[in-house]
């Protein structure tokens, strides 16, 4: 944005006002008349304030009105890094799905603003970023993805020539030191699984039971599981459908979203138990709504819902897990732990990589994950391989 340039307007005189601080101080300021917008064709000025004296207000006001005399009524055009932040943001808001919308705008709002917002934009240095990326470090894990959106936004500076370079590029990562000992799998072994199922049974808890029956046996992740619908399961083909998922969009509110790529759209293949299981499910909660007042005999009726028959909460399977975790004294995973599982039995099982990353839903893009997940050793089979391996040496 630049201002109308005219080195023989003459500058209107600026007013000295005395005000008072919320803490009872009294301080001085003044606002100038810097000019006129070309693009808007509104006046523009400038404040200052906090002085302690009248006359050192009056000291800057001529020095400020001398510049703005010499420069021909030209506003000074730098921004705030929050300013900026905004013009960013309805830009950004147009190219990603609502969910990614929400976690972007509190990462921006908890972490990114803190650090820059109240900045001019063009003044912040490599030196600023290294010491806000140092303190991230010391805070979370997510600092990377947080340094990773402060850099998105001074891309758009630059771009816009509000800065001549962006400061993030040159900050140096600081490393995480390896701790000693093995890192913890967020998976379980066969034998971990059965004793799960050994406490989260029908008898216990019927809906608890088929909820983390699905997760182990077919692999979705926690949003394409709350999605589900009845017209998504095929009990004359053994199969499940997924084509959605839950998430949150903006306000915490839940929403459902098509999978974010072709390969998450797919069909898998279930064993006869479980979709016994889903059928006696079905039954007891069409038994046990209707009592409530729902009629769920319809295709569009969620497999997995609440008292009020909306959407379960994001968080009631992990309440659910980590309350069966702690009865059953197994070590801590995650939801998406048996994600995991599901694809280390499969492994164990002989079942390929390609028909894996199929029926998790990988597309080309996230196959290093697959790997990763897939490649997973169970202390069984290291026991395994070590047996094996002593008897190729010791073979006579």
Same mark, same amino acid.
């Given at each position: 944005m630049s201002l109308a340039s005219n080195t023989g307007a003459k500058i209107k005189m600026a007013k000295i006002k005395k005000y008072?601080?919320?803490?009872?101080?009294?301080?001085?300021?003044? =606002?100038?008349?810097?000019?006129?917008?070309?693009?808007?064709?509104?006046?523009?000025?400038?404040?200052?304030?906090?002085?302690?004296?009248?006359?050192?207000?009056s000291i800057v006001l001529s020095r400020l009105e001398l510049e703005i005399e010499k420069r021909g009524l030209q506003e000074d055009e730098r921004r705030f890094f929050r300013d900026v932040c905004a013009e960013w943001m309805e830009q950004y808001r147009l190219t990603v799905r609502e969910s990614t919308l929400e976690k972007t705008q509190r990462i921006i709002?908890?972490?990114?603003?803190?650090?820059?917002?109240?900045?001019?934009? *063009?003044?912040?240095?490599?030196?600023?970023?290294?010491?806000?990326?140092?303190?991230?470090? #010391?805070?979370?894990?997510?600092?990377?993805?947080? /340094?990773?959106?402060?850099?998105?936004?001074?891309d758009y500076a630059l771009r816009a020539e509000y800065v001549g370079r962006n400061p993030c590029t040159l900050v140096t990562m600081p490393r995480v030191q390896e701790q000693a000992g093995e890192k913890l799998e967020n998976f379980w072994t066969r034998?971990? /699984?059965?004793?799960?199922?050994?406490?989260?049974?029908?008898?216990? *808890?019927?809906?608890?039971?088929?909820?983390?029956?699905?997760?182990?046996y077919s692999g979705i992740r926690k949003g394409e599981l709350l999605a589900l619908t009845w017209k998504d399961i095929n009990f004359e083909d053994n199969t499940l459908r997924v084509n959605k998922t839950l998430t949150q969009g903006l306000g915490g509110k839940l929403i459902v979203q098509p999978p974010k790529s072709r390969a998450g759209r797919r069909t898998i293949d279930l064993d006869d138990s479980?979709?016994?299981? /889903?059928? !006696?499910?079905?039954?007891?909660?069409?038994?046990?709504?209707?009592?409530?007042?729902?009629?769920?005999?319809?295709?569009?009726? #969620?497999?997995?819902?609440?008292?009020?028959?909306?959407?379960?909460?994001?968080?009631?399977?992990?309440?659910?897990?980590?309350?069966?975790?702690?009865?059953?004294? /197994?070590?801590?995973?995650?939801?998406?732990?048996?994600?995991?599982?599901?694809?280390?039995?499969?492994? !164990?099982?002989?079942?390929?990589?390609?028909?894996?990353?199929?029926?998790?839903?990988?597309?080309?893009?996230?196959?290093?994950?697959?790997?990763?997940?897939?490649?997973?050793?169970?202390? =069984?089979?290291?026991?395994?391989?070590?047996?094996?391996?002593?008897?190729?040496?010791?073979?006579?």
């Open positions: 008072t601080t919320k803490t009872g101080k009294i301080r001085y300021e003044f =606002q100038v008349y810097a000019g006129v917008d070309s693009l808007t064709g509104r006046q523009k000025t400038t404040r200052r304030r906090g002085f302690k004296t009248r006359k050192e207000a709002r908890v972490h990114v603003l803190p650090a820059f917002g109240d900045m001019l934009i *063009d003044q912040v240095t490599p030196n600023v970023c290294q010491r806000v990326v140092n303190k991230w470090f #010391l805070e979370a894990k997510s600092y990377k993805k947080w /340094l990773n959106y402060a850099s998105m936004i001074f034998d971990e /699984l059965n004793t799960f199922f050994d406490y989260v049974t029908p008898e216990r *808890d019927v809906e608890q039971f088929t909820m983390f029956r699905v997760l182990a479980t979709m016994r299981y /889903l059928r !006696q499910w079905k039954g007891v909660q069409r038994e046990t709504f209707l009592g409530m007042g729902f009629n769920t005999n319809n295709v569009d009726q #969620l497999v997995f819902a609440s008292n009020r028959n909306h959407f379960r909460s994001m968080n009631t399977p992990t309440k659910w897990l980590n309350k069966a975790i702690k009865a059953t004294g /197994l070590k801590h995973i995650s939801i998406h732990g048996f994600r995991h599982t599901h694809a280390s039995l499969l492994y !164990q099982s002989g079942v390929g990589l390609k028909e894996t990353q199929q029926r998790l839903g990988h597309s080309r893009a996230d196959s290093s994950v697959t790997l990763d997940v897939y490649t997973h050793t169970t202390e =069984q089979q290291n026991v395994a391989a070590l047996q094996r391996f002593e008897n190729y040496v010791e073979a006579k």
